[in-house]
């Protein structure tokens, strides 16, 4: 089994359009070298550090510098494990050459690393809820319904991990799921920015900055990030139970 991803390098690279662009060969192919990284742990690195063709082309920011050392040098030695669920996602990767655009083909490309995260304990399989007779928090712990937010006469009040919207969305399927953030920052006003496993930065709404500030102090790998859309194509980002209004920066 050690040698498996040699022999789909021909069958998944035949799925690549002659027509499509050439940083979705070099992602997928570097994809396929890191099946000689023996931990998964360090194999998931290697293929996020796999996109980083397809970021650069884009125009986004690089992925982080181990995983594109990683993908760039796969250390070899030792028996790969997890063989079956590697194996999926980078064929469920080929699969999303199908997609039109670069961006929705790298989005795709990501979503597709879910079966190894869930693997690893790094997140938990998407579950199918069903309407309950009360609103039921799926990313928090479970707290009262809210009244309805006032304007502070005082000082910003301590967040909540609970919003106003939270019962008539918390069926709305996560687009990122218990990802550990890379590094966090705050801005002169309190506002966060924050940088994601995988390279996506997103930054709290201004109409959250007053009500809902983040008190964050560890190192940002400590913290899991879960983001669901919410109303007026806006987003929620459940940290540490606490939830903001966030739009994405890249």
């Known amino acids: 089994m050690r040698h498996i991803w040699w022999f789909l390098v021909p069958a998944l690279l035949s799925l690549v359009a002659p027509a499509q662009a050439r940083p979705r060969d070099d992602a997928l192919s570097g994809a396929i070298r890191c099946g000689a990284i023996a931990d998964s742990r360090q194999w998931l690195d290697c293929y996020y550090g796999a996109a980083q063709p397809m970021r650069t082309a884009l125009g986004l920011s690089p992925a982080l510098a181990a995983q594109v050392q990683l993908a760039a040098s ?38 597709a ?59 709305a399927r996560p687009i990122v799921r218990d990802m550990p953030m890379a590094s966090y920052e705050f801005n002169k006003s309190g506002a966060f ?35 669901v859309p919410a109303a007026m194509r806006t987003f929620t980002m459940t940290v540490d139970g606490y939830m903001h209004k966030v739009r994405r920066v890249r």
């Open 193 to 227: 920015t924050v940088t994601l496993e995988d390279g996506q930065v997103w930054e709290q709404s201004p109409e959250d900055e007053t009500y809902h500030p983040a008190r964050w102090r560890k190192e940002a790998s400590e913290y899991a990030v879960t983001i």
């Open 74 to 111: 796969p250390p070899a030695g030792g028996q790969p494990r997890d063989e079956g669920v590697r194996a999926e996602v980078v064929a469920v990767a080929a699969g999303c050459m199908r997609e039109a655009g670069d961006r929705p083909w790298l989005d795709c490309y990501y979503a």
């Open 113 to 171: 690393a879910m079966p190894m995260r869930v693997q690893l304990g790094l997140s938990a399989p998407q579950a199918v809820t069903r309407p309950a007779p009360a609103p039921v928090q799926q990313f928090a712990s479970a707290a009262p319904a809210p009244a309805p937010l006032k304007k502070p006469a005082g000082p910003p009040p301590k967040p909540r991990n609970s919003s106003l919207f939270t019962g008539m969305f918390s069926t």
